[in-house]
């Protein structure tokens, strides 16, 4: 893909959530000090989430070495 599809979807997605909460305030729903916490709140969790959970499932390559059957067993629990 391109290096613009990334931020082209962050854009995507981070824009509606601002608008939700601009309409919250100018509706007078919600007072802008709650809808700054809940986007300080969404971005600590959506930090998280990126930064500690998906690298730790992402694969890990091989080494390119395969072992030979004897070698395999020596390494085993």
């Known amino acids: ?10 854009l995507a ?8 909460g601009v309409v919250r305030v100018a509706e007078y729903r919600n007072h802008w000090s709650d809808v700054l916490a809940g986007f300080l709140t969404g971005a600590a969790i959506a930090t998280f989430l990126v ?25 085993a629990p």
């Not at 997605?13 to 939700?20: D, Q, T, Y």
């Not at 690298?55 to 004897?70: A, D, I, M, T, V």
């Open 13 to 20: 997605l981070l824009c509606p959530a601002f608008l939700v």
């Open 1 to 10: 893909g391109s290096r613009l599809v990334k931020p082209s979807l962050c």
């Open 51 to 75: 930064t500690c959970v998906v690298h730790n499932f992402q694969s890990r390559r091989p080494s390119g070495r395969r072992l030979s059957p004897w070698e395999d067993l020596g390494q």
